[in-house]
């Protein structure tokens, strides 16, 4: 089984920054991409940034381009999502997502909290 934990969530005022964490731990043989996801209340679950994990393509949501940097540390199976400029509208729950071994189960995370306000 596999346990995705995400840290780094908070409050942060606008045109501040954020660093968010996650981390796969269990059984894990290969990992095929690992991603950050975010919903606002009352929206849909939209995809914020994704990595691929043997080579390091990263693709990013129009509204976070230039803002929002995606990397990873393969050894330690975790994910990092810096998060600068922030605009009261990144608010919303941020989820890790990791896509994991040959047959490529999908994994989430519960969730971190980001609220930017003044």
């Known amino acids: 089984q596999v346990r995705i934990v995400e840290s780094g969530g908070g409050l942060v005022q606008p045109g501040g920054s954020l660093r968010l964490s996650c981390a796969a731990f269990?059984?894990?043989?290969?990992?095929?991409?690992m991603g950050w996801f975010r919903q606002a209340p009352g929206k849909q679950r939209e995809l914020v940034a994704l990595?691929?994990?043997?080579?390091?393509?990263?693709n990013y949501a129009d509204s976070v381009k230039g803002r929002f940097t995606i990397s990873r540390d393969n050894a330690q199976n975790t994910v990092y999502l810096q998060m600068n400029i922030l605009k009261p509208e990144d608010t919303a729950v941020y989820y890790c997502?990791?896509?994991?071994?040959?047959?490529?189960?999908?994994?989430w995370g519960q969730g971190t909290q980001v609220t930017v306000s003044s």
């Open positions: 997502n990791a896509i994991v071994g040959s047959f490529r189960y999908t994994y």
């Open positions: 269990g059984t894990i043989r290969s990992i095929y991409n």
């Open positions: 990595i691929t994990w043997n080579d390091g393509i990263t």
